[in-house]
């Protein structure tokens, strides 16, 4: 069973703060998503990466496979990208198709 | 593109009722669908996976005579939540992916959610 860890639980900061939300995983995956969710519930899709890095506006994802780890970074942080951020990881399937597996999120407040 | 629809987003019902739910893939075929629920104050859990003919595969401690799912076509799915519970207050939100496309489909796309208040 794969167990995927993020931290922090709880994050507070300034606006034009760098951020970083960190997450971890146990077991071999075939990719990692990072997902938004805001306070209504809705889901959107942020990242999906199974190497290397990728950048979106101010937010930049990475991943490490060999230590199992992945980190969300947002740059110039805005009040508006308060939210919950959702590390989930897709296993490795023989061709099928697999559900994610979350993680507990990052509720991330930014203050003006 | 890539929408992913829900209905209906909310919804209150009496204990014993059943609900349907609906997940639809405005442009997009979805190979697979994926159902979720998030009970308040924790995470996303896989419930059940959904291919268009076939039967749905059910997560473990599921329960697949309560919680039915027909994928009858490439951009439907539907949950019913049968003789609801107030247990079963909780949101649920569906997935849908295309395995076809290249990459083996991986990225998945969300519906908005449906809130489920059992009375």
């Known amino acids: 069973k794969n167990e995927v860890e993020q931290s922090p639980q709880n994050l507070t900061a300034q606006e034009g703060e760098f951020i970083t939300i960190n997450c971890s995983y146990s077991?071999?995956?075939?990719?990692l998503h990072w997902l938004q969710q805001h306070p209504g519930g809705g889901i959107v899709s942020l990242f999906m990466?199974?190497?290397g890095k990728k950048k979106h506006g101010r937010l930049i994802a990475t991943i490490n496979i060999q230590e199992k780890h992945s980190s969300l970074h947002i740059t110039a942080s805005h009040p508006r990208d308060s939210a919950v951020y959702i590390c989930?990881?897709?296993?490795?399937?023989?061709?099928?198709?697999?559900?994610?597996?979350f993680g507990k999120g990052t509720h991330l407040i930014i203050q003006p | 593109g890539a929408v992913v629809s829900q209905h209906p987003s909310r919804v209150i019902c009496k204990s014993g009722t059943s609900v349907k739910i609906e997940c639809r893939s405005l442009d997009f075929q979805a190979t697979t669908m994926f159902w979720y629920r998030q009970f308040p104050k924790q995470s996303l859990m896989l419930m059940a996976t959904s291919n268009e003919g076939s039967k749905a595969t059910y997560e473990q401690g599921v329960e697949k005579d309560k919680f039915l799912i027909n994928h009858a076509s490439l951009t439907l799915s539907t949950l019913t939540v049968t003789s609801a519970h107030p247990e079963d207050s909780s949101f649920y939100i569906c997935?849908?992916?295309?395995?076809?496309?290249?990459?083996?489909?991986?990225?998945?796309?969300f519906g908005p959610g449906t809130r489920l208040t059992v009375l």
């Open positions: 989930a990881v897709s296993l490795f399937s023989g061709g099928g198709a697999d559900g994610l597996t």
């Open positions: 997935s849908a992916r295309d395995l076809r496309l290249a990459g083996g489909g991986n990225e998945q796309f």
């Open positions: 990466l199974s190497s």
């Open positions: 077991v071999g995956i075939s990719a």
